[in-house]
């Protein structure tokens, strides 16, 4: 008798076949997030090596991540930037996996971990540094004790009796303290002399306007008689030092030495402006002061030069610069 397949059967069949299908896994399926992972990737047919070259992370740490070993892979932060990568090669939300670790592995605060594979070296020579400083400051302590030990057993130093004592100092007598001569101020702390110009002390000019020689007019035969106007250059022509206005000031009246012989020059208040003896072809270029006055022992001892040219010697023994300029 033939077996009844109707439809009822085929309807059962299919029914069967359609229950024994399986669900797509999630991120919140597993275990963990190590498990959710994996079967996740072995759902997609993709093995720990496709994963490596897409994501460039080890398969090692991918497989560390799948088993939770946490204690294989680097510290946390790169440990979080992993399962990121991961669940971004296979489609999934990087920030979801990131969010269902952090609820499997809780911790908050973690030091970081050292790279792996690099191993950890120290200096040989600071050991046998720290070896020698204890060595030295024993072998201090050691010998401090030893010195104070025999220090202890030494005999005490001699001393005389407090009768021979007592009579010694009665029989001292203070005598005469001597002493000798005060010593000499060093080198270093003595002043030296201030400078004085030569012929300064001398040239002295009086409330009247006249040069004097110690509190003396110097007498006319100690003037020499003025050279022959022939004889003396038309321009001005350096023979020595020339002091007063530097070179690159302006200056109309200058004067040369025609022999050694002193130059004094005043402002208009009295003051001293320039004292010097001058040698025979040193000159003096007045700077533009208003006021100036010369005053020589010798008016023949000096030519003046008015804009470099010639105007024979100084009239008297005090001229000013400004009459010399205009004259």
């Known amino acids: ?45 993709l093995s ?16 560390a991540i799948e088993e939770l070993r946490l204690e294989l892979l680097p510290s946390r ?47 040989p020579r600071v050991n046998s540094l720290i070896a020698g400083g204890c060595m030295i400051i024993a072998a201090i302590f050691l010998w401090n004790i030893a010195r104070r030990a025999m220090m202890e057993d030494a005999p005490p130093p001699p001393a005389a009796s407090e009768v021979i004592a007592a009579k010694a100092l009665a029989a001292a007598k203070p005598g005469p303290i001597v002493l000798g001569a005060p010593l000499p101020a060093p080198v270093e702390s003595t ?14 000019l009086t409330e009247d306007g006249r040069l004097t020689l110690q509190g003396k007019p110097k007498p006319l035969d100690q003037m020499t008689d003025p050279p022959p106007l022939a004889q003396l250059p ?35 208040d009295g ?15 007045a700077p533009q002061v208003s006021g100036l006055t010369f005053n020589v022992t010798d008016p023949n001892a000096f030519q003046v030069f008015v804009g470099g040219q010639s105007h024979g010697v100084l009239p008297a023994a005090q001229a000013s610069v400004s009459g010399l300029a205009g004259g």
């Open 1 to 45: 008798m033939p077996l009844d397949t109707g439809g009822e059967s085929a309807l059962n069949l299919s029914a069967s076949h359609t229950s024994t299908q399986v669900a797509a896994p999630t991120l919140q399926g597993g275990v963990d997030i190590g498990q959710a992972l994996r079967a996740i990737r072995e759902h997609q047919g």
């Open 48 to 63: 720990l090596e496709d994963l490596a070259e897409t994501t460039r992370v080890r398969a090692s740490y991918l497989a």
């Open 77 to 123: 932060p790169f440990t979080i930037g992993y399962v990121r990568a991961y669940a971004q090669a296979l489609g999934l939300d990087p920030e979801a996996a990131v969010e269902r670790f952090r609820m499997d592995e809780p911790v908050l605060e973690e030091p970081l971990r050292a790279p792996l594979g690099v191993q950890e070296t120290h200096d």
């Open 191 to 204: 002043t030296p002399p201030p400078y004085e110009t030569p012929g300064l002390a001398e040239a002295v």
């Open 234 to 268: 038309p321009k001005f022509t350096p023979k020595g030092a020339i002091y007063g206005a530097q070179a690159t000031e302006a200056s109309s009246v200058t004067v040369q030495a025609l022999k050694s012989s002193q130059l004094i020059v005043r402002g208009a």
């Open 271 to 285: 003051s001293l402006y320039f004292a010097r003896q001058l040698a025979a072809g040193e000159a003096f270029r």
